[in-house]
């Protein structure tokens, strides 16, 4: 004790030994990521951790690392799939970024049934960028006992408190993608929406709803089904929103993929694109110039994204937790992209010309 105060050092390794049943170095070997030790000890030492709040002792920005050997040299970026062009270019920004501080990225696979987290362990590096990869209670809090900084891209779902992540205005997005579909005239209009699980497909759904559900609004007929990110699945549901509604005018894709599903549906019904039906997806992909019509979209920055996420990592590396002063959430503007898929609904163009010609 100092000065009368009680002793309140931080949870050591001894104390998660003691409560685990075990030694030390066992208990330093799981926070590595070490794989001579077993399933059920392994279970034990993590359980340990969180009963007794152990957290490796991070450094300050000047004490960081005691030399340049010391300094990761890497940082991790963890995803379920690497093909697709939102994902080659958040990766694009990652490596941009992690190259400009003289690091190397090192990408990790998050295969279902295979434990991610204990990779990340065994390997020096300055921390993780999460990517469409939705990580438990437990991994978060073994990444945090040893000392791991992770920032996530645009979570799945919702994250314990102090996490750190990196998005866009999803809801925003949303939003202007509807006010720019009734500000045309459309009034009965489809959603694609993404899983329904995810935070960033709901929050673009609840923005589209807001604006269209407004009071100046209040003549728009919505109807929503989900497509699950799948440009077939996409497909599907369109024509099962059609059968349900034949009158809708307008669709809006809660991503650009799913957006050409929608194109193949309606061909499929014999609906001209935008003269039958508008189009608007979300993301910006090379995709959407290429598709034809082209499509109107709201983007998304996806290289400043990963960039971003990046830059947070290192901000969190350097920096004493307890020091952190920015917000656990940063959300990057979204705009829209007004390409050859949009136009008024047909009957309000013939109206339109008819009121021209008087």
Request: charged share 25%; aromatic share 4%.
């Amino acid at each position: 004790m100092t000065n009368g105060s009680p002793d309140r050092r931080r949870p050591t390794l001894s104390a998660v030994a003691a409560i685990a049943g075990t030694s030390v170095p066992t208990v330093s070997k799981v926070l590595r990521g070490g794989t001579d030790v077993s399933p059920q000890m392994r279970l034990k030492v993590m359980d340990a951790v969180r009963t007794v709040g152990y957290t490796r002792r991070g450094r300050g920005a000047g004490e960081r690392f005691r030399d340049e050997s010391d300094a990761p040299s890497t940082v991790e970026v963890v995803v379920n799939h690497v093909e697709g062009t939102w994902m080659n270019r958040v990766l694009a920004g990652v490596e941009y970024e992690a190259a400009a501080a003289g690091l190397d990225v090192v990408i990790t696979l998050a295969r279902e049934n295979h434990d991610w987290t204990s990779r990340l362990l065994r390997r020096r590096s300055a921390g993780a960028v999460v990517v469409l990869v939705d990580p438990s209670s437990s991994q978060f809090k073994a990444l945090s006992a040893a000392g791991i900084p992770v920032v996530l891209i645009d979570p799945m779902s919702r994250s314990p408190d102090g996490t750190v992540s990196v998005g866009v205005a999803n809801w925003d997005g949303g939003r202007i993608a509807a006010e720019h579909l009734l500000s045309l005239g459309h009034t009965r209009i489809g959603i694609v929406a993404g899983d329904r699980r995810h935070l960033y497909s709901r929050a673009r759904v609840d923005g589209f709803r807001a604006a269209a559900e407004a009071p100046a609004s209040s003549e728009a007929v919505i109807s929503v089904a989900h497509g699950n990110w799948d440009p077939d699945k996409a497909e599907a549901v369109t024509h099962s929103l059609f059968d349900r509604d034949p009158a809708i005018t307008a669709v809006f894709a809660c991503s650009d993929t799913m957006a050409l599903g929608v194109y193949d549906a309606l061909a499929a019904r014999d609906l001209r694109v935008p003269t039958d039906v508008s189009v608007v997806g979300f993301d910006d992909r090379p995709e959407a110039q290429w598709a034809r019509p082209s499509l109107t979209t709201v983007r998304q920055p996806t290289v400043e994204l990963g960039a971003t996420a990046v830059k947070r990592l290192l901000e969190i590396a350097r920096t004493d937790r307890n020091e952190l002063k920015f917000r656990s959430r940063l959300e990057l503007s979204t705009d829209l992209v007004i390409r050859a898929s949009t136009s008024q609904p047909a009957l309000t163009a013939v109206r339109s010309e008819d009121l021209r010609a008087q």
